[in-house]
């Protein structure tokens, strides 16, 4: 990797004159046996999560090949809006918690938008969102990372609702209700 590090379970998939592919070992290493001095060989390495440099190394394979390539970790976001409900108006001021393999908190902008950076393939998440004094939906969002994920909120009026009954638990039509309150 960028750390000099070596990176398990990359298959390295050889086409040319000796077709062949291999999986690196723990320590990165991998071997393919059976060339010939003047065999040509395109060597591409490939793993889920990762993108490497150089992107493929071809050449003829002379006495020996010993070739390298560095492997980067991509990190993926998730983002999203909150809107209000019914008009899709952009609410700020909606705090959504990220949890799982890393843990934050973000707080939604003036557009409704929240982001949060550096999560990779694998990671699992997980996501809930409030605003003081009002619903919010869904409910909790979560999984794992395998590309970029984009987990819009639904901001709602709260509504207060009951029912009227005379004491056999019959309802009672016409009864005007009063609410006090702030609201």
Do not use: C, E
Not at 2 to 18: K, P, R
Not at 73 to 84: K, S, V
Not at 92 to 97: E, K, L, N, R, Y
Request: a negative charge; charged letters at 5%.
């Amino acid at each position: 990797d960028q750390n000099n590090a070596g990176i398990s379970g990359v298959l390295v998939t050889v086409t040319g004159s000796h077709p062949a592919t291999a999986t690196t070992a723990a320590d990165g290493s991998f071997s393919i046996y059976g060339f010939l001095s003047t065999d040509t060989y395109t060597a591409v390495p490939s793993k889920t999560g990762y993108t490497f440099s150089p992107a493929q190394y071809g050449n003829t394979i002379g006495t020996n090949a010993n070739i390298s390539f560095v492997g980067t970790n991509t990190t993926f976001t998730i983002g999203g809006h909150a809107t209000l409900q019914g008009g899709g108006t952009p609410v700020a001021g909606v705090v959504v918690s990220l949890s799982g393999t890393q843990t934050a908190s973000a707080t939604t902008a003036a557009d409704g938008s929240y982001q949060f950076t550096g999560l990779h393939y694998g990671d699992t998440y997980g996501l809930s969102a409030a605003k003081t004094g009002y619903g919010v939906s869904p409910i909790g969002i979560g999984g794992l990372i395998s590309g970029n994920v984009t987990a819009d909120f639904t901001v709602f009026y709260l509504t207060l609702s009951g029912r009227i009954v005379d004491q056999n638990n019959a309802g009672i039509s016409g009864v005007l209700v009063t609410v006090t309150g702030s609201h």
